[in-house]
Nanobody
């Protein structure tokens, strides 16, 4: 079993930045795929970004338009999501998820691709 804990959410004005962190524990995760999803009020949860075991392979949702950056610190089993140029549309609960396999050819973007999830961290962007 892997425990996943997100942190770093909060209230920020439009145009501002936040850095979310995700710490996973319970098993060696250096080979795992990690990802961020988000769920806005009254909307379904959606994929945001994913990162492979080495940290070199990343993939982002199209709507981000280069505003977010995912990274990881394998020695600490931590993933980060740097969010810049935030807008009210980015208001959501952000979830971190892990998968116990990695791929050199596939980017995992579906909820069902991931096994372990955190409780989420609230991000609120005011206009």
């Amino acid at each position: 079993q892997v425990q996943v804990v997100e942190s770093g959410g909060g209230l920020v004005q439009a145009g501002g930045s936040l850095r979310l962190s995700c710490e996973a524990s319970g098993r060696v995760l250096s080979l795992y795929t990690m990802a961020w999803f988000r769920q806005a009020p009254e909307k379904e949860r959606e994929f945001v970004a994913t990162i492979g075991w080495s940290g070199r392979r990343t993939f982002y949702a199209d709507f981000l338009k280069g505003r977010f950056t995912i990274s990881r610190e394998n020695a600490k089993n931590i993933a980060h999501l740097q969010m810049n140029s935030l807008t009210p549309d980015d208001t959501a609960v952000y979830y971190c998820a892990t998968r116990d396999t990695a791929s050199a050819t596939t980017y995992y973007t579906r909820e069902n691709d991931y096994v372990d999830w955190g409780q989420g961290t609230q991000v609120t962007v005011s206009s």
